[in-house]
């Protein structure tokens, strides 16, 4: 069973907006690390943005700081993404994950072993 669903995905032109959303059942990861990751067609999986353990640090990726920004609500066990100024470049599979046990800020943002991963929700940006 997945324990984490995202939402929110879709198409839009460029320089719109889209939020993200992953919720958590089954599970309280308030305590893990939780991350944004992307996948566009023929390209690795890229980091998009990471959240340390109860909303502590947060880490992004050059291609998307000062345009995306990752956030927790842990008593709605959720992540959110809120993506900015939307490039046809920000076109993938976005897939929420989180990691198994608590770790340090730079564990979350560098390190960090994902091993909860959701289906994946696409985001199309057209120019």
């Known amino acids: 069973q997945v324990p984490l669903v995202e939402s929110g995905g879709g198409s839009v032109q460029t320089g719109g907006s889209l939020r993200l959303s992953c919720a958590a059942s089954?599970?309280?990861?308030?305590?893990?690390?939780m991350a944004w990751f992307r996948q566009a067609p023929g390209k690795e999986r890229e980091r998009v943005a990471t959240i340390a353990t109860y909303g502590g640090s947060t880490y992004y990726s050059d291609s998307v700081k000062g345009r995306f920004t990752i956030s927790r609500d842990n008593a709605k066990n959720t992540v959110y993404l809120e993506m900015n100024s939307l490039k046809p470049e920000d076109t993938a599979m976005y897939y929420c994950?989180?990691?198994?046990?608590?770790?340090?800020?730079?564990?979350?943002?560098?390190?960090?072993?994902?091993?909860?991963w959701g289906q994946g929700t696409q985001v199309t940006v057209s120019s």
């Open positions: 089954g599970y309280t990861f308030s305590r893990n690390c």
């Open positions: 994950a989180a990691t198994p046990t608590v770790g340090s800020s730079t564990y979350c943002a560098y390190t960090g072993t994902y091993t909860y």
